[in-house]
């Protein structure tokens, strides 16, 4: 099974242009809250990085694409899956 892995840093502004976006539902406003809380609630917010696993994720990238601080991205964690 293909597993996808949500990144979200600091630069979110909880704008919610992804939210609006992503058909599967995982972003959601609660979400893109909490990370915002848990990112705010460390003695670094601009070092850390919110990771999750999302197996729901279907790749389509319509948060990267929308998401004007760049502070979503998500990686393929397939292992058969090459990059070029
Ligand atoms: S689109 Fe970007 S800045 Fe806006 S809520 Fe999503 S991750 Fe944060
Ligand atoms: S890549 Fe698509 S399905 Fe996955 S979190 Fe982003 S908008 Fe949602």
């Known amino acids: 099974m ?3 892995l ?10 919610m242009e992804c939210v609006e976006v992503c058909q599967t539902g995982i972003l959601t406003e609660d979400f893109i809250n909490m990370v915002k809380s848990k990112i705010n609630s460390t003695e670094s917010p601009d070092k850390i990085l919110f990771r999750k696993y999302a197996p729901e994720c ?3 990238e319509s948060c990267e ?8 991205w998500i990686i393929n ?3 058969e899956c090459e990059e070029l």
């Open 6 to 15: 949500i990144n979200i840093n600091n630069d979110c502004n909880e704008c």
């Open 58 to 60: 279907t790749y389509c």
């Open 2 to 4: 293909t597993v996808y």
């Open 65 to 72: 694409s929308v998401c004007g601080q760049e502070a979503i």
């Open 77 to 79: 964690l397939n292992p």
